[in-house]
C-alpha cells in the first residue's frame, strides 16, 4: 500500500498521524508513506525530515492544491493500493489491512471509504450523493439556514452509516482506490485546486463501471477540517463554488 498525505501548516497533526502509521508497520504488511507538503510555513518539512526519515517528503515550495499534490505522489507511489489520507486523521488497527483486502479481493471496487469518527466517536458524515446545480445555489444563498431539508438529497441525510453499501461519492480524507485505476480513469484533475476533484474522480471511476464503496464495519478517526480552520469563510466559499462551477462546466449542467 502507498499512504499519500498532502499536508499545509497542520505540524502537530501531522506528526500524530505519522506517529501512529509508524506504530502499525509491520513486517507482513509493508506500506509507503509520501507527505507532500504545500508550502507549510510551520516547520512541518524539517519535523518530517527530523523525525520520520522512513516517509518519502514531497516539498512544494507554494500551494499547489490537493488534485496536483496527489498526482505527484501517485506518479512515484509502488504500492499496489493507494490510500489518500489528510494529515487530521489517525489511522486505527486493521484498518489499513481491510481496505487493502477489500479492494484486492473485490476488482468490481473502484474506490473505498469507511467510518469516519470524530474525537468524540460521533460519526463524520463522509457520503454525499451527485451534486447537482440546484443544491449548489441552495448553499450559496444560505437557504439551508432557514430551510435545513433543501440540502437533505445532496447530504445524503437518509443514509444510514451502520451499513456497508455502495455510495455515489465519499469524503476525500480516506480516499482508497487500487493503482491499476489509473490506466482506466486517469489522474486526479488539475484544474480543481481544492473540492469536487474526488467527486469528480468518482464519477469518472462509477462512469467506466467500477462501484464506490462505504465501509461500515472499518475505522479511521477524522479531526476534520483543521487544516481550512486557517482559512477565512469568505476564501473557502469561494473556492469551494470556484470549483464547483469547474465541475458543471465540465460534466454539463444537464448531466448533473
Known sequence: MSIIIVSWNVKELLRQNLAQLLILRREDFLFEVFVVDNGSKDGSVRMVRDEFSWVHLVQNDYNAGFAKACNQAIRMAKGEVILLLNPDNRVEAGTLERTHQELIEHHDIGVLGVRLIDEKGDVVRSVRRDPRLRDQLVTLLKLPRFFPALNDRYLAKDFD????????????????????????????????????????????????????????????????????????????????????????????????
Open 161 to 256: 452509516y451502520t451499513i456497508s453499501q455502495d455510495v455515489e461519492q465519499i469524503r476525500g480524507s480516506y480516499f482508497a482506490f487500487r493503482r491499476e485505476l489509473i490506466q482506466h480513469v486517469g489522474m486526479f484533475d488539475e484544474r480543481y485546486f481544492i473540492w469536487f476533484e474526488e467527486v469528480d474522480f468518482c464519477k469518472r471511476v462509477r462512469g467506466f463501471g467500477f462501484r464506490i464503496r462505504y465501509c461500515a464495519d472499518v475505522i479511521c478517526t477524522d479531526f476534520v477540517g483543521k487544516s481550512f480552520a486557517q482559512v477565512s469563510v469568505w476564501k473557502k466559499q469561494r473556492m469551494f463554488f470556484t470549483s464547483a462551477w469547474k465541475f458543471f462546466w465540465k460534466w454539463g449542467i444537464r448531466n448533473c
